[in-house]
């Protein structure tokens, strides 16, 4: 099939259209990055430089798809709400309406499980769950935003499925994991709450075979969304117990009470939205949220509906992340 793979540049975009050529389909990989996109085109991968806002760009790019994968976000804890929604809403509509115009077949748009986070506990969360009165930063948001469009497109009749992987991890990552490596190289991970928060994880493979499964769906799993995890829940502690041991080097927790680090949060914020500063602050209320309040979700539908199955575990994930992360320069330059 001939299939467009937007935010292509990034950790999912770039694993996708490397399964999707591999597999043998004619895909475009769409995205920012410059430098990425040269990478994938010296494998043989067709690569378009573009911008989701730009929406002529992006419905030119539609043109002659069978189908768009539609990985490509503003995704962050921290920035301008008219960033992300410029991104996220704006830049989903100009997919859709490339898709409408030059009809394409299917949509899979990739969106977050970010929208169920309340900062409380909350374990085995459906699809159909209530979402909170409201949510929990920009990003979220505008997730939520651009899935509506979604499935009112789904009603007018393009056919659509909406995917909500959670916190990816595996070769090529460069935020979640990496993020805790330096953490504890300069100083220590802060364990809020101790680190006894449970979560979901989810390798990049067992992602990458969801959007190959939503691909493939049958019409009774059109038009709705799909949680995706390893469908492992892991205590946090536990995780980086696993990590840095897999790693060989000694893991520096320092135990922090939640009340503490949300203040400590709160004031960041304060004092980067005082100063102006887009940089995100070192702790934001949101990540805090995440690392102390447990939040799993339940893949049964993905599994019933789509045929999923978490075919890498999170302990063989994390050995082949340490594998690629302990190559050096391959593995941290991207």
């Known amino acids: 099939m001939k299939l467009l793979v937007t935010g292509a540049t990034g950790f999912l975009g770039q694993k996708t259209v490397q399964r999707l050529h591999a597999l043998g389909h004619d895909v475009t990989a769409l995205g920012r990055n410059e430098a990425i996109g040269q990478q994938l085109e010296s494998q043989g991968i067709r690569f378009t430089k573009a911008d989701l806002r730009q929406c002529k760009d992006i419905m030119d790019a539609c043109r002659d798809m069978d189908m768009v994968l539609h990985c490509g976000a503003l995704s962050s804890p921290w920035g301008r709400y008219d960033d992300f929604y410029h991104t ?20 899979i748009h990739v969106s977050t ?19 909170p009165r409201r949510f929990a930063n920009a990003y979220a948001h505008t997730k939520h935003a651009a899935e509506q469009d979604v499935f009112l497109a789904a009603e007018t009749g393009l056919e659509t499925v909406i995917l909500r992987p959670r916190a990816l991890f595996g070769p090529g990552d460069t935020t979640i994991i990496p993020r805790l490596i330096r953490a504890n190289e300069k100083g220590f991970v802060p364990l809020i709450n101790g680190g006894m928060a449970l979560l979901d994880v989810t390798y990049i493979d067992n992602v990458v075979d969801s959007l190959l499964l939503a691909m493939h769906a049958p019409p009774q799993a059109l038009g709705k969304a799909y949680n995706i995890t390893n469908g492992q829940p892991i205590q946090l502690k536990r995780l980086l117990d696993l990590l ?3 790693m060989g080097v ?20 304060a004092m980067a939205t005082l100063a102006s500063r887009s940089k995100e602050p070192l702790l934001t209320r949101y990540t805090v949220g995440v690392l102390a309040k447990s939040q799993t979700l339940d893949i049964s ?15 063989e994930g994390i050995d082949r992340f340490v594998q690629w992360w302990q190559k050096g320069a391959d593995g941290h330059s991207l």
Not at 89 to 102: A, Y
Not at 113 to 131: G, H, K, R
Not at 301 to 315: H, N, T, V
């Open 244 to 246: 840095f041991a897999r």
């Open 250 to 269: 000694p893991f520096r927790g320092r135990k922090i009470a939640y009340p503490v680090a949300a203040l400590l949060a709160a004031g960041m914020e």
């Open 113 to 131: 499980p970010s929208i169920y986070f309340a900062f409380q506990d909350c374990l085995s969360i459906t699809e159909d769950d209530p979402l």
């Open 301 to 315: 539908a993905a599994r019933r509906e789509l045929g999923y199955e978490p075919a890498i575990s999170i302990e």
């Open 88 to 107: 996220n809403v704006e830049g989903t509509r100009h997919v859709i309406d490339g898709c409408r115009t030059h009809g394409v077949k299917r949509l």
